[in-house]
């Protein structure tokens, strides 16, 4: 789902004013004073009671823009610019990859259902009739709710004909698949379960308060370029989501001091042409199914909540672990900069030594805004190679697929393509039973979000639009027979 909203819009211009700060003249001053800048005294646009609530809750957002948690804080009074300062120094990025603002955070009531005035206090009274737990009583003739009695099962907003019922949610309890936030019993606020998240990103999107947010990397990397040793790992599903075109985009990076610029869509193609030998390999071997590997909030799904499944997940390295092996393969000692769309890849990247650091679209947004980069400005890069289309194609729902059945051209017959396409409770009781045998084809492609990775909770752009713009590059890419090969591609 697309979500652009004043929340979003907030945190994407804490990370602009961030990334100015780096490039300023006095970055420590232009830093401490972002939450002040943002709230005006005497302005009478603050959310909160207050500006100064207001402000307190901004530093925070500074805070984890410059990748520190909230819930580590041990000095209230400990500037913003001493963080940047730390930041600046530290080896490595930032750990873990969400925090929760307490602050910003407004104690959702309980998700319930509740009657409202339009109950109309109709004969019929199905609600009454439907409830399992007698929970429905009449007051002053129109339905109530009795709390201690009701169960939430959402029978009688079903079967009430004026929609006079109505279901209030959390939003981040109820956009979160796998049960990981939950309220804290004595402040009312939101605590994430590190044991159970995913890191799939869908409570960052859906709380309306933006408490929810990830430690950005970006000033590790900002700090890394200087150096004029970073490669920047584009991901597929960069298509549409910044002005101009791909080569312009690549002359945006090199701009802003990366050293060099390959396609993780490269990468792509490698994990096609070896996830599709080792289908074939097991599938004739006599495994029921095999899943796919490259969703890395899959893969920690499968790790937490669905060990039953791990058997069935495909070997196969992803896309970017390909291509980060392939940079430090020609240059070892090389800064390797994944950018793309997913909070989950961080996680990834910790376990993988061939990547440094992880960036999001956003935060790609933001630096180029510090920078005062415009990509529409920028010449355009020429193409050394190309990945093919199949590799591009990653980036949306079923591209998986479609990119090991070209490497399998002879055993498409063969194949049963399933689709996961976006992981939600429902889908998780699904994949759970197909351990038992009920799975119904024997190629899963399973991605967290829905849609794929260009509706991925880093994303900027609309995915509708995002998808047109990936169709329109794959269509001029050859496609995965006119190349076959296993070198990275250097732009």
Request: glycine share 4%; proline share 2%.
């Given at each position: 789902m697309f979500h652009d909203n004043k929340a979003n819009r907030l945190r994407k211009e804490i990370l602009a004013r961030v990334a100015r700060a780096f490039f300023a003249d006095q970055p420590a001053d232009t830093i401490n004073r972002i939450p002040i800048s943002m709230?005006?005294?005497?302005?009478?646009?603050?959310?909160?009671?207050?500006?100064?609530?207001?402000?307190?809750?901004?530093?925070?957002?500074?805070?984890?823009?410059?990748?520190?948690?909230?819930?580590?804080?041990?000095?209230?009074?400990?500037?913003?610019?001493?963080?940047?300062?730390?930041?600046?120094?530290?080896?490595?990025?930032?750990?873990?990859?969400?925090?929760?603002?307490?602050?910003?955070?407004?104690?959702?009531?309980?998700?319930?259902?509740?009657?409202?005035?339009?109950?109309?206090?109709?004969?019929?009274?199905?609600?009454?009739?439907?409830c399992p737990k007698k929970a429905i009583e009449f007051r002053e003739g129109k339905a109530w709710l009795n709390p201690e009695k009701c169960v939430n099962c959402g029978l009688c907003m079903k079967a009430c004909p004026y929609h006079a019922i109505i279901h209030i949610p959390i939003p981040c309890e109820e956009a979160c698949p796998v049960g990981a936030i939950t309220k804290d019993p004595e402040t009312g606020r939101e605590l994430i379960d590190r044991t159970k998240c995913t890191y799939c990103g869908k409570c960052l999107r859906e709380c309306p308060f933006a408490a929810i947010t990830d430690l950005s990397q970006m000033i590790d990397v900002l700090k890394a370029l200087q150096s004029r040793h970073a490669v920047a790992m584009i991901a597929p599903s960069v298509a549409g989501q910044l002005p101009g075109t791909l080569p312009q985009l690549i002359t945006a990076l090199k701009t802003i001091g990366f050293s060099d610029v390959v396609e993780v869509a490269a990468g792509a193609d490698q994990t096609a042409l070896h996830e599709s030998a080792e289908w074939l390999e097991r599938t004739t071997g006599g495994e029921a199914f095999m899943t796919t590997s490259c969703c890395p909030a899959y893969i920690e799904t499968v790790e937490k909540h669905l060990p039953e499944l791990k058997p069935y997940v495909s070997d196969t390295p992803t896309p970017m672990a390909y291509t980060a092996a392939n940079v430090r393969k020609k240059d070892p000692e090389a800064i390797t900069v994944f950018i793309g769309p997913c909070i989950a890849k961080r996680v990834e990247a910790r376990k993988n030594p061939d990547v440094d650091f992880v960036l999001t679209f956003e935060e790609l947004g933001a630096m180029l805004v510090g920078a005062e980069v415009d990509v529409l400005e920028c010449e355009a890069a020429s193409f050394s190679a190309e990945p093919s289309r199949e590799g591009r194609g990653f980036a949306a729902s079923r591209g998986v697929t479609k990119a090991v059945e070209a490497a399998l051209p002879d055993c498409r017959r063969l194949m049963k393509p399933v689709q996961v396409d976006g992981i939600d409770r429902k889908s998780l009781l699904r994949m759970k039973q197909w351990s038992s045998g009920t799975c119904p084809g024997n190629f899963v492609e399973v991605m967290s979000c829905e849609g794929g990775c260009i509706a991925g909770p880093g994303t900027i752009g609309n995915p509708r639009i995002a998808l047109k713009e990936l169709a329109r590059l794959c269509d001029e890419s050859p496609t995965m027979t006119d190349r076959r090969t296993d070198e990275p591609v250097s732009i």
């Open positions: 709230r005006l005294k005497g302005a009478r646009n603050a959310s909160r009671c207050c500006i100064y609530k207001d402000r307190a809750v901004l530093k925070y957002r500074t805070m984890a823009a410059l990748g520190y948690s909230v819930e580590n804080e041990t000095d209230e009074l400990k500037p913003i610019s001493a963080y940047f300062e730390n930041a600046l120094r530290r080896t490595e990025a930032a750990d873990p990859v969400l925090t929760v603002i307490d602050v910003a955070c407004s104690a959702c009531v309980t998700t319930q259902y509740s009657a409202t005035n339009a109950c109309k206090g109709c004969l019929a009274r199905s609600c009454e009739t439907v």
